[in-house]
């Protein structure tokens, strides 16, 4: 019998792939970054080649360094960067274009159209999502609309769509397989989440064809084989998950009330509703978490466009740390902030804020401030924005938040850590395995093949790697909360439009 699960996690500055064996233990892995293009401000895109290459390149290579071969490994599951939007030909399998990344604010302007028609409150009832250029349906609609008889093309089935792990899938199985999972499905304002179905008032108001789509499947079921080229043999691709859902339930949240946070190139927080979806009162996502079992599970979602991505722009924008691990380094050359705020909106807020015109700003700069006073601000930014979410959580819920399960790169830095968990006032408790996307990949593919028996099973490898305790007091922590939010009230509505 196989004894390993290998997870194929994209994101969004690199590829990476984990070998995972039945403890749920990361046996070997391979990551390599790929180029970000920003053809201008606001603007990010992706070389959908330079996605597949490093995929497959790094999924060999962790094989390799476990000294596996094919046969080894039982299943492979997929998680991704999501909203990431790719457009290929059916007959080529070439892009047609750059992949327009979800940060990309390229259909800011369909948006605010849609929005001055007054569909917002349709789409939202439909899909849980807010009209937002975040969000794939109009990342279709502008390349669409971008690239003359694409749109007639795309209605006789020669365009194809997919979302990252659409693509990845297309590739893996040598275009035998077009589809999605339900978790990805719900990200792109065309996937109704009551109906479990593509929406055809949305894709006419968008101008959309419904052939373009792919098929939308649970997230743990055999969606097929790689082509033997790529492994030397078959293996079935058995799970698929955008990359926040696959986190949580990595981090086994598998009962209502549980949360999770993970810190990546952005924040996002997932809260389990159950089988029934939450309706958002307070400018979160209402979003499918996963679909297992003849069952979906939904969730509340708090997305922040940049988080650890700040870092990179101290690497790679300011050039005040060599390397990303440098930065908690640094930030610890001064004992807190002195004052300064650092609101990251690089490509416009998130939730709760839904601003794709806010812009970036450091404010509270003296003569005094060092580069130590940024990073910790940058750090900090992680955080604050994080207690944002769990404020407007709590408010949908109904209920207070408990505790808050994180992963992600950024979660093992220990001061950030408590610095979070002192600004939220409750505990926040980090996992044995940080890297809980490819955990939840592996999960929901060895699920679908037996692997694993049950979500209990899994729920009982989840292990504790360090607990923090809040230990700011009540009166310190709204006082600095109430300067964040007025660095971010300054932040908004910036860029002209």
């Known amino acids: 019998m196989p004894k390993y699960i290998l997870a194929l996690d994209q994101g969004t500055t690199s590829s990476r792939a984990i070998v995972f064996d039945r403890d749920g233990r990361a046996v070997a892995s391979a990551q390599q970054e790929f180029p970000q293009i920003l053809p201008a ?4 895109e992706h070389d959908p080649e330079a996605i597949w290459s490093s995929q497959l390149r790094v999924a060999r290579e ?8 094919a046969g080894d490994v039982a299943a492979v599951g997929i998680t991704n960067q999501r909203e990431t939007t790719i457009l290929w030909d059916r007959h080529t399998g070439r892009p047609v274009a750059n992949a327009i990344v979800w940060q990309s604010r390229a259909s800011a302007g369909i948006c605010d159209r ?3 028609d007054g569909l917002e409150p349709l789409v939202r009832a439909k899909t849980g999502l807010v009209l937002d250029a975040y969000f794939s349906g109009t990342k279709i609609k502008h390349l669409l609309d971008a690239h003359e008889g694409l749109r007639a093309r795309a209605a006789k089935g020669e365009i194809l769509f997919g979302t990252v792990d659409t693509w990845l899938l297309w590739r893996l199985t040598g275009g035998r397989r077009h589809a999605t999972d339900l978790s990805n499905a719900s990200r792109t304002l065309l996937f109704n989440i009551h109906t479990l179905d593509w929406d055809d008032e949305l894709l006419a108001i968008l101008g959309i064809p419904r052939a373009m789509l792919p098929e939308v499947r649970p997230s743990s079921e055999v969606y097929g084989e790689t082509a033997e080229e790529h492994f030397g043999r078959r293996i079935p691709i058995a799970g698929d998950a955008g990359d926040q859902q696959a986190a949580a339930f990595g981090q086994a949240c598998f009962e209502p009330g549980t ?4 810190y990546g190139t952005g924040a996002f927080m997932l809260w389990n509703t159950g089988p029934q979806p939450v309706a958002s009162q307070n400018n979160l996502l209402t979003t499918i978490g996963w679909g297992l079992g003849g069952r979906v599970t939904y969730c509340l979602e708090g997305s922040v466009f940049i988080s650890g991505a700040v ?9 005040i740390i060599k390397t990303s691990a440098e930065v908690e380094r640094l930030s610890a050359t001064v004992p807190d902030n002195g004052g300064v705020y650092f609101v990251p909106a690089f490509v416009g807020l998130g939730a709760p804020h839904w601003d794709s015109y806010a812009r970036g700003t450091i404010l509270g700069i003296t003569r005094g401030t060092t580069a130590g006073h940024l990073a910790r601000a940058a750090l900090e930014s992680m955080a604050y924005q994080t207690r944002d979410l769990a404020e407007a959580m709590q408010k949908d819920a109904g209920m207070p938040l408990g505790s808050l399960k994180v992963d992600g790169g950024a979660s093992v830095n220990d001061p950030l850590m408590q610095f979070q968990a002192d600004i939220l006032g409750v505990e926040v408790c980090r996992p044995v395995v940080s890297e809980t996307t490819a955990l939840g990949a592996a999960y929901l593919a ?7 028996h049950d979500t209990a099973e899994i729920a009982r490898q989840w292990a504790l790697d360090r607990r923090f305790r809040p230990g700011l007091a009540a009166d310190a922590r709204e006082a600095l909360c109430r300067r964040w939010q007025e660095a971010v009230r300054r932040s908004l509505d910036w860029e002209e439009h």
């Open 41 to 44: 401000p606001g603007l990010v």
């Open 62 to 69: 962790a094989m390799r360094r476990a000294s596996l071969g």
């Open 114 to 116: 849609l929005k001055a």
């Open 259 to 262: 949360a999770k946070n993970t």
């Open 311 to 319: 870092v990179q722009w101290l690497r790679d924008g300011l050039g």
């Open 446 to 452: 060895g699920l679908a093949v037996g692997f694993w």
